[in-house]
């Protein structure tokens, strides 16, 4: 497609299970990145994949946060054992390469853990 | 610590009431400032991106100036399509490619 793709759009899920995110880049962009946002917040920085390198972890919350990127497209944000501090809307984007071009961002998914 | 500061939190103006919002930052070495905006349950869509001090970029009612400390976004003439949140960030120098540092938002409401 044109544009960033994230399933699914909205998860409910219960205290202490895991769930996983699924972000679907636009074809060749080879930056990809997570953010959160809750409600009232600014978006917080999560992970950043640029190409083959290690990516950028350093705004994982805790240990219960990982996320990977398959064949430089694909990415899935695992949260494990989640808490209701988790719930907010998980944003990925993606860019050709660098920032200057801006990130292309999805429309998320909004996470609610009961 | 890199730090973004967007005011005011709310802004309600009239169909043709001409405005600016502010976004004050504190960066270690700036690589770039960015203007997004965002509609409510969709992700944010990149409007600019500003390099250097004394730069200015236009978009339809939209102009982004910046200094070396604070960026302005200057809406002209606005109509209530311009409704939405615009959200500032910055990118430094030692995070090359990688994660902007954003402020809060300006949740901006345009009456006809």
């Known amino acids: 497609g044109a544009g960033v793709s994230q399933s699914p759009s909205n998860k409910v899920t219960e205290k202490g299970k895991d769930v996983e995110l699924r972000c679907d880049p636009i074809s060749g962009h080879t930056a990809l990145y997570w953010y959160r946002q809750s409600l009232g917040q600014g978006l917080e920085f999560l992970i950043y994949?640029?190409?083959?390198?290690?990516?950028?972890k350093s705004g994982l919350p805790s240990d219960r946060f990982s996320a990977e990127r398959t064949g430089g497209s694909v990415s899935t944000l695992t949260i494990q054992r989640t808490q209701q501090e988790d719930s907010a809307v998980y944003l990925c984007?993606?860019?050709?390469?660098?920032?200057?071009?801006?990130?292309?961002f999805g429309s998320g998914t909004r996470l609610t853990v009961v | 610590e890199d730090q973004v500061t967007q005011s005011p939190e709310a802004l309600r103006l009239q169909e043709g009431e001409s405005s600016s919002l502010n976004c004050s930052y504190t960066?270690?070495?700036?690589?770039?400032l960015f203007w997004y905006r965002q509609d409510p349950g969709k992700g944010p869509e990149f409007l600019f991106t500003l390099y250097s001090a004394g730069e200015e970029k236009e978009k339809e009612r939209l102009k982004a100036t910046l200094t070396k400390k604070e960026s302005f976004l200057h809406i002209t003439a606005p109509k209530p399509e311009d409704s939405a949140t615009y959200l500032c960030?910055?990118?430094?120098?030692?995070?090359?490619?990688?994660?902007?540092?954003f402020g809060q938002g300006t949740e901006l409401s345009v009456k006809p």
């Open positions: 960066v270690s070495g700036l690589r770039g």
């Open positions: 984007a993606s860019s050709p390469g660098g920032s200057d071009y801006g990130y292309t």
């Open positions: 994949f640029q190409g083959n390198s290690a990516p950028d």
């Open positions: 960030a910055v990118q430094a120098i030692h995070n090359q490619g990688g994660k902007l540092i």
